[in-house]
């Protein structure tokens, strides 16, 4: 494990353009996840699944052995679909568009692992209603080529926003030229999310002063912190909603890095603690955290993405957990 900047903070997981292409994809999304549901009251759908190769001309990055390429985002889309309501992505599904169109949630992943790796908890967002891009940052993510490169972290946020940019082109394209998601997407409805390094560039596409993008309503930061390279933070009023995400005992993302920067944020913010855990375990597979974590950030995005629920008491009803979470909440 390496340490990085003058924190001496360790940010490794625990376990581990211009033109977008629609391709199948089951093996890519993680296959079958865990049966997560809407919170209850809330339409539950059944999660198509899709990959767009997201290129961007205009930014490059550098290969180990000396050669240059443009920055090519394999994307994971999955989507409210029609069909059986149940654990499994269902790959190239007919979309849902009698009910849409929906939000928009893109989640970046962690140092050394893929989208995959999260892969119940993007469905279980998905089938509560929104479409959820998660890309594979091209030289942070598991496999890159020479190995996984941490110091490519400051040019993630500019992919965030890429990828929110080639979305919203999609969504807008003729039905046929970008199955499955045109005209599924509101345009007014984004929020952003992330974990580990990948919570640190939703934090800063959402609130740093260089790499801000404005179409951004709300932020879930699962333990992430503030990064150097953005320019720092205003963290200014009328900024995006907050829900920050912190394992008590994670030894990666010390708590400390969350609740500094969950302090400077302003309201509304949500902080979620979730008492004895560690790293990534609570947002893959570890329960019942995992079903926490689902339900919390669903509530969170029905109250502050799509709109529809008030905060308080949803919010509080799904995150206060004896011995398991608690939740700081500041509207």
């Known amino acids: 494990m390496r340490e990085r900047g003058p924190r001496g903070r360790r940010l490794l997981s625990a376990l581990l353009a211009a033109v977008a292409v629609w391709i199948p994809a089951s093996a890519a999304a993680g296959g079958t996840n865990g049966g997560a549901t809407a919170p209850q009251g809330q339409p539950a759908y059944a999660v198509g699944v899709a990959t767009f190769r997201l290129v961007d001309p205009s930014r490059t990055i550098r290969l180990r052995d000396g050669r240059s390429e ?3 985002l ?9 069909g059986a309501v149940g654990p499994s992505d269902l790959s190239g599904a007919p979309p849902a568009r009698a009910s849409g169109p929906y939000p928009l949630v893109v989640f970046a992943h962690g140092f050394a692992v893929t989208p995959s790796t999260y892969a119940r908890l993007l469905h279980a967002w998905a089938q509560a209603g929104y479409v959820v891009a998660a890309p594979a940052f091209p030289l942070e993510r598991a496999g890159a080529p ?16 890429f990828v929110i940019s080639r ?17 599924l997407i509101d345009p007014s409805r984004i929020a952003v999310a992330g974990q580990s390094d990948g919570g640190e560039a939703a934090l800063a596409a959402a609130y740093s002063r260089d790499d ?3 179409r951004i309503s709300a932020a879930m930061v699962l333990s992430g912190a503030e990064m150097e ?25 010390e ?21 004895g855990a560690q790293h990534l375990p609570p947002y893959t597979g570890e329960q019942p955290q995992l079903s926490v974590v689902e339900r919390t950030t669903i509530a969170f995005l029905d109250a502050y993405v799509l709109r529809t629920t008030p905060p308080l008491p949803l919010l509080s009803s799904t995150a206060d957990v004896p011995h398991v979470a608690t939740l700081t909440t500041e509207p």
């Open 146 to 161: 020479g190995g996984p490169d941490e110091s490519d972290l400051v040019n993630e946020p500019a992919d965030i926003s």
């Open 70 to 72: 443009p920055r090519i």
């Open 255 to 275: 708590p400390r890095y969350t609740y500094e920067y969950f302090r400077s944020a302003r309201r509304p913010k949500y902080l979620l603690r979730l008492l």
């Open 229 to 253: 390279g953005v320019g720092g933070y205003a963290f200014a009023p009328g900024e995006p909603a907050l829900l920050a995400v912190q394992g008590t005992a994670d030894p990666i993302n």
């Open 74 to 82: 394999e994307t994971v889309v999955r989507y409210p679909a029609v």
């Open 167 to 183: 979305m919203l082109a999609a969504s807008a394209a003729p039905s046929g030229s970008a199955a499955p998601v045109a005209s």
């Open 212 to 214: 801000r993008d404005r």
